[in-house]
């Protein structure tokens, strides 16, 4: 393979990573305590050239881009006052945790519901735990005290989807909980659409080098096979 293909092709893959992240990003631009994520991008190194006849040095060329470990940006966001009883926001550090079919899960996103029974849960129907992992009563006013609601240290907290993490909780949250109000999303819409296009630029730049080395094959190919030897 020409290594220019090879170079422009891998840097396609990797804008194309993240385009996916920031469209997710954006979708989640108002999912409250939505934190967005972000990939490391670093080259492959760079390939020695040399001469084949005598190995004179003559350069090196970059092989091409990679995608690095993946994080989340868990920095809090600014938190926003609904008046909703049931509505929770942690300042600060920290999770709620709720019990899943595959066990507990902790979140930072705080808009609760009342069930049938009478127990708080998220949005998914999955009940919130307090501090010692029981499920919580909501009130004959249809309140409950912040108090009652349990907020978890969870070092090294790792994304699974629907705004869940998973992890190993090591005591309580140093944030405190805010009753009525709710964490704003980590992403800034305006930001993530200029990231957008720059990704889009660079995709399309490599493209644009891929059909220029395509044209360039084509063309060596056409006139070698046209050479007349004499």
Same mark, same amino acid.
């Given at each position: ?29 108002? =999912? ?25 040095? $003559? ?68 009940? $919130?735990?307090?501090? =010692?992992?029981?499920?919580?009563? $909501?009130?004959?006013?249809?309140? /409950? ?46 930001? $993530? ?10 995709? @399309? ?12 094959? @084509? ?9 007349? /030897?004499?």
């Amino acid at each position: 393979m020409d290594i220019g293909l090879f170079i422009a092709a891998s840097g396609m893959v990797a804008e194309q990573t993240r385009q996916n992240q920031l469209s997710n990003d954006l979708a989640n631009s108002s =999912t409250p305590g939505y934190k967005p994520d972000e990939s490391t991008q670093h080259n492959f190194g760079t390939l020695l050239m040399a001469n084949t006849e005598g190995g004179a040095p $003559v350069g090196s060329i970059d092989q091409g881009v990679a995608v690095g470990r993946t994080f989340t940006d868990m920095t809090p966001a600014s938190i926003q006052e609904t008046g909703e009883p049931l509505d929770f926001a942690i300042e600060g550090t920290g999770f709620f945790a709720v019990r899943t079919e595959a066990g507990v899960r902790y979140t930072r996103n705080g808009q609760f519901t009342a069930s049938a029974n009478g127990t708080v849960t998220d949005n998914a129907g999955n009940p $919130v735990l307090s501090q =010692t992992g029981a499920t919580i009563k $909501v009130g004959a006013d249809g309140t /409950v005290p912040a108090s009652a609601i349990g907020t978890f240290e969870v070092p090294g907290a790792a994304k699974q989807g629907e705004n869940l993490f998973t992890g190993t909780a090591s005591g309580q949250a140093q944030g405190e909980v805010r009753q009525g109000a709710l964490e704003g999303s980590g992403v800034d819409a305006a930001k $993530v659409m200029v990231e957008m296009i720059t990704s889009l630029r660079s995709f @399309q730049s490599g493209q644009q080098a891929i059909q220029t080395i395509d044209q360039t094959l @084509q063309a060596a190919t056409t006139q070698v096979g046209s050479i007349n /030897v004499q």
